[in-house]
């Protein structure tokens, strides 16, 4: 018999947004691509060739459940990983993440390349 340790609501309700940070394909890519670099809102939506403010959300999203960082630079805004405390759920998942894709899904490959050339023709605002 499996013995039953109970956790915290706390602990509930991070497991619950670290879900729903990862139920969206979109907030995957996300993740994905700012293992790379802080890029700019409008460099993600460029990749992932939505709207602004469908990218806002994931982003809100990824913020609430603490595996992203924003910051606002003028009317441009910047988004990066987190950095984690050693052993976090968080640095887990994104962990996790990394091994799992590790490049070799098709969307995620592509994304990469697609990333390069977005860089290239459209540098960060405070680069060009």
């Known amino acids: 018999m499996t013995k039953y340790t109970p956790i ?3 602990s509930i309700e991070e497991l619950a947004l670290l879900s729903k940070a990862l139920s969206d394909e979109g907030r995957i890519r996300i993740l994905v ?3 790379e670099a802080e890029l700019c809102v409008c460099q993600l939506t460029e990749l992932l060739e939505l709207a ?24 441009w805004v910047y988004a990066r990983r987190s950095s984690f405390a050693g052993g976090s759920p968080q640095e887990s998942l994104v962990a996790w993440v990394d091994r799992w894709v590790d490049g070799a899904e098709p969307t995620l490959r592509a994304d990469g390349c697609r990333l ?6 459209f540098p960060s605002p405070e680069e060009g």
């Open 52 to 75: 602004p403010s469908t990218v806002s959300k994931h982003l809100s999203v990824l913020r609430q459940a603490r595996l992203v960082q924003t910051r606002k630079k003028g009317r």
């Open 8 to 10: 915290d609501r706390a």
């Open 116 to 121: 390069e050339s977005i860089l290239e023709r």
């Open 33 to 35: 691509a700012l293992g």
